[in-house]
């Protein structure tokens, strides 16, 4: 069974650009989270998606973060237009039931870096 | 609010050496308290869990972690450790009831020295 992916693993751009990061959870997984962790720092929760729909976007940073999961599989997450705060990784995990003591299971992260 | 510490942010130890990672949280709710192990370029992995019951827990690998609500702490200890345990430990929380997200501690770089 394929664990969580995520695309692209690095990305360098500049300042006032845009990056979208995609995450594929693992089949059958009903719920995917985007986690955020800057350099030397916790990893924080950004949002979380039941299907297609936003469960908790309480972590968003502000409306420069955009997620979408159309469909209820894959997930997007734009970032738009980029600020050197932004740099850090970017991690998305997925599970199966609606429980908080379900185990997720997290990808490799996608490393940005703003200029 | 809720927050978990990790106060080491490195600890090198010896092979064959025990060690120990501390958590301590803190949090108005009940909790289940989670540690995932990173290894280079790989994700996040689950190595133990508490939810109820026994306060001890287990991993497959020979890490125990210890729950102790007095103290809000939930450590993790190998007896002995291997140079392949070598990696990055976050302890996490999530809680019982309300949001299904995680509230992660900073992580602690485990070097295992030979």
């Known amino acids: 069974e394929a664990g969580v992916t995520q695309f692209p693993s690095h990305s360098v751009i500049e300042k006032g650009q845009t990056v979208t990061l995609r995450c594929d959870p693992i089949?059958?997984?009903?719920?995917l989270y985007w986690y955020r962790r800057v350099m030397g720092k916790e990893i924080k929760f950004l949002l979380h998606?039941?299907?297609?729909?936003?469960?908790?976007e309480s972590g968003m940073p502000n409306n420069r973060f955009l997620a979408e999961r159309t469909g209820g599989t894959y997930s997007t997450l734009k970032v738009q237009p980029a600020e050197l705060e932004d740099s850090g990784v970017y991690f998305c995990?997925?599970?199966?039931?609606?429980?908080?003591?379900?185990?997720?299971?997290f990808g490799p992260g996608t490393r940005l870096t703003v200029l | 609010a809720q927050s978990v510490t990790q106060l080491d942010s490195q600890v090198p130890v010896f092979e064959e050496a025990p060690v120990e990672l501390r958590c301590n949280y803190s949090?108005?709710?009940?909790?289940?308290l989670f540690w995932y192990v990173q290894y280079p370029n790989q994700g996040l992995q689950l190595l133990l869990k508490?939810?109820?019951?026994?306060?001890l827990v287990e991993s497959i690998n020979g890490f125990e972690a210890e729950f102790n609500k007095s103290q809000t702490s939930f450590h993790l200890r190998k007896p002995s450790v291997h140079i392949s345990d070598t990696a990055e430990y976050f302890c996490?929380?999530?809680?019982?009831?309300?949001?299904?997200?995680?509230?992660f501690g900073t992580g602690t770089r485990l070097k295992v020295l030979a």
């Open positions: 949090s108005s709710v009940s909790v289940y």
């Open positions: 089949s059958g997984h009903d719920n």
């Open positions: 995990a997925s599970s199966q039931a609606l429980n908080p003591w379900d185990e997720q299971f």
């Open positions: 508490y939810l109820s019951g026994s306060t």
């Open positions: 996490a929380v999530s809680e019982a009831s309300g949001t299904y997200k995680y509230i």
């Open positions: 998606f039941v299907k297609e729909s936003k469960q908790d």
